[in-house]
């Protein structure tokens, strides 16, 4: 009788249901990984040959997503609806700029073409119809568009939930719940998704900067540590630290391009954690 160690090498990772992300299916997934001898897993893809594709890598977080990878000697690559647009910024000149938007399928054609791995920004606010284009509908396309193009990871960046907020915004957390339940279908073991609260760091507003962890690095230092008070009905989610955009940037990429990362939801409080790690 063949051991089952022997079975699972007649098995690929395709052939394995689509779990959910929790803890016992990761640890599962992770197991099995182990077992099979020669699995894609245990193949690490050298950086000089990775590619990274950054949804919306001209607006606030994606522009600090772009200059990450480039630090880490990344190949990189952004697509939004105008392009480079403005940015004076040298880095940007290392960048393959695309332009093309996500809710028309058909200005995405090449876009996805030799991309190892995906981090979506896309997002934005207006009334509840237009936020869950952006959004959800936007960024689905994207997820499928990626998978069908052997994209090997997408990273998400969502948002944290802040209870009544979400109702009065609802066309904003419906987007990005469908946006999240559509990737991990999708992305069952390689598919992150990043929720955090207010982002802060330098954001450029025209042709000025405008420094937001003037409030936001105080109000994360002093809430860090306070996760016991989200917990309290009503007003809770109000406790949620802020977050420095450097720490979204730094974990997202490393998730976009490390097989070993697990997949699955980071809350801030995984995201300030896995920003203060150091990379290998």
């Known amino acids: 009788m063949k051991t089952m160690a022997t079975r699972l090498v007649h098995y690929s990772s395709s052939s394995f249901p689509k779990l959910l992300p929790t803890a016992a299916n990761r640890r599962l997934l992770s197991t099995t990984s182990e077992k099979v001898e020669g699995s894609s897993a245990q193949i690490k893809e050298p950086r000089d040959q990775q590619k990274l594709l950054v949804l919306g890598g001209n607006g606030f977080v994606g522009s600090h997503m772009c200059q990450e990878a480039l630090a880490q000697g990344l190949s990189v690559s952004s697509l939004s609806r105008s392009g480079?647009?403005?940015?004076?910024?040298?880095?940007?000149?290392?960048?393959?700029?695309?332009?093309g938007d996500?809710?028309?399928?058909?200005?995405?054609?090449?876009?996805?073409?030799?991309?190892?791995?995906?981090?979506?920004?896309?997002?934005?606010?207006?009334?509840?119809?237009?936020?869950?284009?952006?959004?959800?509908?936007?960024?689905?396309?994207?997820?499928?568009?990626?998978?069908?193009?052997?994209?090997?990871?997408?990273?998400?960046?969502?948002?944290?939930?802040?209870?009544?907020?979400?109702?009065?915004?609802?066309?904003?957390?419906?987007?990005?719940?469908?946006?999240?339940?559509?990737?991990?279908?999708?992305?069952?073991?390689?598919?992150?998704?990043?929720?955090?609260?207010?982002?802060?760091?330098?954001?450029?507003?025209?042709?000025?900067?405008?420094?937001?962890?003037?409030?936001?690095?105080?109000?994360?230092?002093a809430l860090q540590h306070a996760k016991i008070l989200t917990k309290i009905p009503l007003v809770g989610p109000l406790f949620i630290p802020p977050v420095s955009v450097a720490s979204v940037a730094k974990v997202a990429v490393r998730a976009a391009t490390d097989s070993d990362f697990p997949s699955g939801i980071l809350d801030v409080y995984d995201i300030r954690e896995k920003g203060l790690e150091k990379l290998e």
């Open 84 to 99: 480079r647009a403005s940015l004076p910024d040298s880095w940007a000149e290392s960048i393959v700029w695309h332009q």
């Open 102 to 221: 996500l809710l028309s399928p058909d200005s995405l054609k090449n876009v996805f073409n030799g991309v190892t791995s995906v981090i979506s920004c896309v997002g934005g606010f207006g009334s509840n119809a237009h936020m869950y284009d952006i959004n959800g509908s936007a960024n689905m396309h994207a997820v499928t568009a990626a998978a069908e193009q052997g994209v090997k990871r997408f990273v998400y960046i969502s948002a944290a939930d802040f209870g009544l907020i979400n109702k009065l915004l609802r066309g904003y957390y419906d987007g990005k719940r469908s946006t999240e339940k559509e990737l991990m279908q999708t992305f069952p073991q390689s598919g992150v998704i990043l929720r955090p609260g207010f982002i802060h760091g330098v954001r450029r507003v025209g042709s000025r900067n405008l420094n937001l962890s003037i409030i936001g690095a105080p109000l994360e230092k």
